[in-house]
């Protein structure tokens, strides 16, 4: 069955500080890997990835695929309060349409 | 439209009745998908659309759900005999590129309650 495990669940963290994210998967067919921020009710996109080794950074976020390990982090440098969410990880097999989401990341970055 | 449009916003229903949820995907986009969230859990695929193919139904907890996509647009969500185990908030994404593959766009979602 494919599944997507994030960890960890919750972190707390002071602005200013560094975190790491993880997600691995267990797909068929592995297509892509997404992540998300969700902050009220719809999540946003943040990156999309496909190939290993290849770093995709936005501002003070940044993240990298591990296909060989079956993995994937999201870096936060320097983070906000404005960080504070909920960080989704999603896998897209070729086998459906859908994605498969993980539990999700609860950050909460403290002033 | 700009953007996935979902209604109603927050639906308080009683133990027992239908509920129907709706979500108007972005203009042009072939493929709709439906998704829950319990409270701190994570997203549970229920349904996917693509174009004129048959649903992916896999994800449907129960007969007591249904979905449907009329003309290719928007699709409404039927949960039939509610039970507070329906509670959640119910998203809707669409995607251009079959599979999500250039990324989802969600709605805002429709927190359902069930008392």
């Known amino acids: 069955e494919d599944k997507v495990v994030q960890s960890p669940l919750s972190l707390v963290v002071h602005e200013g500080d560094t975190v790491t994210l993880n997600c691995s998967y267990e797909v068929t067919n592995f297509r892509s890997l997404l992540w998300y921020k969700q902050e009220k009710k719809a999540p946003t996109f943040l990156f999309m990835l496909t190939s290993s080794g290849i770093e995709k950074k936005s501002g003070r976020l940044s993240s990298i695929l591990d296909k060989k390990e079956l993995f994937s982090i999201l870096n936060i440098t320097a983070t906000q309060t404005g960080d504070s969410a909920i960080y989704l990880c999603a896998v897209n097999s070729s086998n459906t349409g859908k994605l498969i989401f993980g539990q999700g990341t609860t950050l909460q970055v403290k002033p | 439209g700009a953007g996935v449009s979902q209604s109603p916003s927050n639906k308080v229903t009683e133990k027992g009745k239908d509920v129907e949820l709706r979500c108007d995907p972005i203009s042009g986009h072939t493929a709709l998908y439906w998704y829950r969230q319990s409270l701190g859990q994570g997203l549970e695929f229920l349904i996917y659309f693509q174009g004129n193919s048959a649903p992916d139904k896999s994800g449907l907890p129960s007969d007591r759900f249904s979905a449907e996509r009329t003309g290719g647009s928007v699709s409404t969500l039927t949960i039939q005999r509610t039970q507070q185990e329906d509670s959640a908030v119910y998203l809707c994404?669409?995607?251009?590129?079959?599979?999500?593959?250039?990324?989802?766009?969600f709605g805002s979602g429709t927190r359902l309650t069930v008392v």
């Open positions: 994404a669409s995607s251009l590129v079959p599979g999500g593959l250039g990324g989802y766009t």
